[in-house]
């Protein structure tokens, strides 16, 4: 008998058309099919995430905590300790939401510092021409503020008030998405800029995670205003900014040319948008697209040996569509793959002292000289919520 591993080309076909039938032709067939001997997986034990996802932050803090001012720093020199101003408001989003996930996981270690955190960041607030938004960088300052960082703090945020169910998490989720839809006009038919002070690209960046934030936020208060807006921008996006294969371009300028570089986290994003558009809707036309976008993003990033052809601040949240899709459709598929890709992040990219480079594709002999916030507290979120989804140590 012709043995056929899960990843052959002919088993990823197989998977495509199993996803494609009804439901109850699915079910009926996993009971009465008799599968061949080849096509079972040996069942692997689960990598020991949650012990990766405690030593990445542990790492992180002793590099880039700020004790004075209770936030991380952007970078710190390894060999001296040096640290430099206060994390940038991306890194600030990606280390609460790290500790979030942890959070969720083990309240007694991690609950009362990202409450902290979550608290602490309010330096970063702004109030610039009557909008309040998070800025860049803490204040007070001239205003620098970008629609993207701020959608990923609503995203945070939100998880912060599910964790301590306090109401102001929550009105602080919904007062910054109040800042990130601010970036919204009527050119190019509507869309949202990257950067309020400058006002010449709609990006994918802002938009598709500007769609979930609308999305989780219309799950929390059951506004419908935020379910409406998310169709209105998951329109456009896919409107002006989808290719053929399904991923997704840069950014569209004011004079409709478009940016089509293609970064992994924005078609993640539009994976996840999908999925949380099937669980409020029920419609599965969104699964179905989330299963053909993430494929596409498969094809597109994911190398054999599980290495991410792209910067991890963009492919950790690759893997956490990856993630979202498997809660979903419990395809093995995506718990195999993202499982495969941690376990090469760990073992090949990860230095000796246990610090991660910016690309996750491959990692240059020797200990890492400098770290920054956002590329320690990228890996650390994704172990935690591989630990949280596939099982814990």
């Excluded at 478009?258 to 558009?277: H, V």
């Amino acid at each position: 008998m012709v043995r056929i591993s899960f990843h052959d080309p002919i088993w990823r076909k197989i998977r495509i058309a199993l996803h494609e039938m009804h439901p109850m032709l699915r079910a009926i067939l996993a009971v009465t099919l008799l599968v061949p001997p080849g096509f079972a997986e040996e069942v692997k034990p689960v990598p020991p995430f949650r012990t990766w996802g405690n030593e990445a932050i542990r790492v992180l803090h002793k590099d880039l905590w700020m004790p004075k001012e209770k936030l991380y720093a952007e970078k710190a020199v390894v060999a001296t300790g040096k640290q430099d101003h206060p994390s940038f408001m991306w890194g600030v989003g990606v280390q609460l939401s790290a500790l979030a996930a942890a959070a969720e996981l083990e309240p007694d270690r991690f609950l009362k510092p990202m409450k902290s955190y979550a608290d602490e960041i309010q330096a970063y607030w702004n109030d610039h021409n009557g909008i309040e938004g998070f800025d860049v960088q803490p204040g007070p300052r001239a205003s620098d503020r970008y629609y993207d960082d701020n959608a990923w703090l609503v995203l945070a945020l939100a998880e912060v008030h599910e964790l301590t169910r306090d109401k102001k998490y929550l009105e602080r989720a919904e007062a910054t998405f109040r800042f990130v839809m601010s970036g919204e006009d009527e050119k190019l038919d509507g869309g949202l800029y990257w950067q309020e002070n400058d006002r010449r690209s709609k990006n994918t960046c802002t938009n598709a995670p500007a769609i979930v934030s609308a999305l989780r936020l219309h799950q929390l208060t059951g506004k419908k205003s935020h379910l409406e807006t998310a169709r209105r921008l998951h329109a456009w996006v896919c409107k002006n900014l989808q290719n053929d294969e399904g991923l997704f371009w840069d950014n569209i300028k004011l004079d409709g040319s478009i940016d089509r570089r293609t970064f992994s986290y924005n078609s993640a994003l539009m994976i996840r948008a999908n999925c949380l558009f099937h669980e409020i809707t029920g419609d599965d036309s969104h699964l179905k697209e989330a299963r053909r976008i993430a494929l596409a993003s498969e094809k597109r990033w994911i190398r054999g040996n599980g290495a991410i052809a792209d910067s991890g601040r963009f492919g950790h949240l690759l893997l956490e569509s990856f993630v979202e899709l498997y809660r979903r459709d419990k395809d093995p598929h995506w718990k195999d793959l993202v499982s495969r890709c941690l376990v090469h992040l760990h073992d090949h990219i990860r230095d000796e002292n246990g610090r991660y480079p910016n690309h996750w594709e491959r990692r240059r002999p020797g200990a890492l000289k400098d770290v920054t916030l956002l590329d320690q507290a990228s890996p650390a979120r994704i172990y935690w919520l591989a630990a949280r989804e596939f099982g814990a140590d």
